[in-house]
């Protein structure tokens, strides 16, 4: 009987050892990690128009695939484009308010403004052959046909719905856009209402870069035209402007 009682009692003490071991070694859950607020840039703040309305001047590309056409900068392939390519600002900002109009003309495939980030030839093997000379690494704020925010060559989507600027856009038509750079916020407002306010989780990814206008990758021709093109670095005032 004392056997019996001993060995009871040495079950119970191993049970708990062992149960004891295993919720030592089970890895705890991390805990989900807050998205940090990075306060808005100071510098100088100033109007600056990207597009006199003539002219490619201050900007960089392909130019039989950039132009301008009566007041408007018209992005244009017909052969097939391997990567996207990119009109690029001469210049670099960080914090910015950005309006522009923009129209999708031939295709269904959306295009985009790209920002924060850098110029990356190096995305090709061959930048000379697959034309990668004005292609970027960076945040891109997309429209018309997909919109919402994608990291290109980064971590891809970035998980923004897009169902509220497919409400207010047109697909084939112009459509007002105002982008708010600021810290590691992002605001977007299509057509007067605000679609997109989103922070970059990974403040360290965010450069000071040009600003390129994207004509995307595709395996048909496809056409897209900018205007307007106004820019305010380090903006005053903390909001979207053209939001109604």
């Known amino acids: 009987m004392r056997c019996a009682r001993l060995s009871v009692a040495f079950l119970f003490i191993l049970v708990g050892t062992v149960s004891g071991q295993d919720k030592k070694d089970t890895p705890k859950k991390e805990a989900k990690k807050e998205t940090p607020v990075v306060k808005p840039r100071e510098g100088e703040s100033k109007t600056v128009k990207l597009f006199d309305g003539k002219s490619l001047d201050g900007w960089e590309g392909y130019s039989d695939l950039w132009s301008v056409n009566d007041g408007v900068i018209v992005a244009k392939n017909t052969a097939p484009l391997k990567f996207s390519t990119y009109l690029l600002t001469k210049d670099t900002y960080s914090d910015f308010r950005l309006t522009f109009a923009s129209k999708l003309v031939t295709s269904e495939m959306h295009s985009g403004v790209c920002f924060w980030g850098v110029v990356k030839p190096d995305v090709s093997k061959d930048p000379e052959k697959d034309r990668t000379k004005h292609t970027y690494a960076g945040h891109l704020v997309m429209f018309p046909s997909g919109y919402g925010l994608y990291d290109l060559f980064g971590r891809n989507g970035l998980g923004v719905d897009g169902a509220p600027a497919k409400k207010v856009g047109k697909q084939h038509d112009w459509n007002d856009i105002e982008i708010l750079a600021q810290g590691n916020r992002i605001r977007v ?16 990814r965010i450069k000071a870069g040009p600003i390129g206008l994207q004509l995307h990758s595709n395996t048909v021709p496809q056409e897209v035209q900018f205007k307007g093109l106004v820019l305010e670095t380090f903006p005053k005032e903390d909001k979207l402007l053209t939001v109604k």
Do not use: K, M, T, Y
């Open 189 to 204: 407002a299509v057509n007067g209402a605000a679609v997109v306010d989103w922070r970059d989780p990974q403040p360290e």
